[in-house]
C-alpha cells in the first residue's frame, strides 16, 4: 500500500510555470507507476500524464502535450508535475495517483490509491 500527499499548487497568471509534487510514502513506491490526473468545476476528472514503474516511459493528455511534464525520483519517493505556459483551463484539482500496472496507465480505473488534490487556479 502506499500513501500518496500533492503540494505546489496555487494561483498563477496565464503564462506562468508551477510544480506539483507528489510525496509517497511506505516502501513499495518503486512497484507503482504513477500518474496526475486533474478535475475542472463542474467536470469529470480526466488523465493528465503518467509515467511508467521505471521512468522510462511518459505519457500525457492531449490538452498539455508540450507544456507539462511529468517525472520521478525512485530514491525520493517523489513524483512531480512541471507545469509551463499555464492556460486558465488547466485550472482544476490535481491529483497523484498510484498504480500496479509497471507501465502506469490513462484510465482512471487502474489506479488504486489517490491523494487528496492540490488546487490550481490560473487567473489573471
Known amino acids: 500500500q502506499v500513501q500518496l500527499v500533492e503540494s505546489g499548487g496555487g494561483l498563477v497568471q496565464p503564462g506562468g510555470s508551477l510544480r506539483l509534487s507528489c510525496a509517497a510514502s511506505?516502501?513499495?513506491?518503486?512497484?507503482?507507476?504513477m500518474g496526475w490526473f486533474r478535475q475542472a468545476p463542474g467536470k469529470e476528472r480526466e488523465f493528465v500524464a503518467a509515467i511508467s514503474r521505471s521512468g522510462g516511459h511518459t505519457y500525457y493528455g492531449d490538452s498539455v502535450k508540450g507544456r507539462f511534464t511529468i517525472s520521478r525520483d525512485r530514491a525520493e519517493n517523489m513524483m512531480y508535475l512541471q507545469m509551463n505556459n499555464l492556460k486558465p483551463e488547466d485550472t482544476a484539482v490535481y491529483y497523484c495517483a498510484a498504480t500496479l500496472l509497471a507501465g502506469s496507465s490513462l484510465r482512471q480505473r487502474d489506479y488504486a490509491y489517490w491523494g487528496q488534490g492540490t488546487q490550481v487556479t490560473v487567473s489573471s
Open positions: 511506505g516502501r513499495t513506491f518503486n512497484s507503482y507507476g
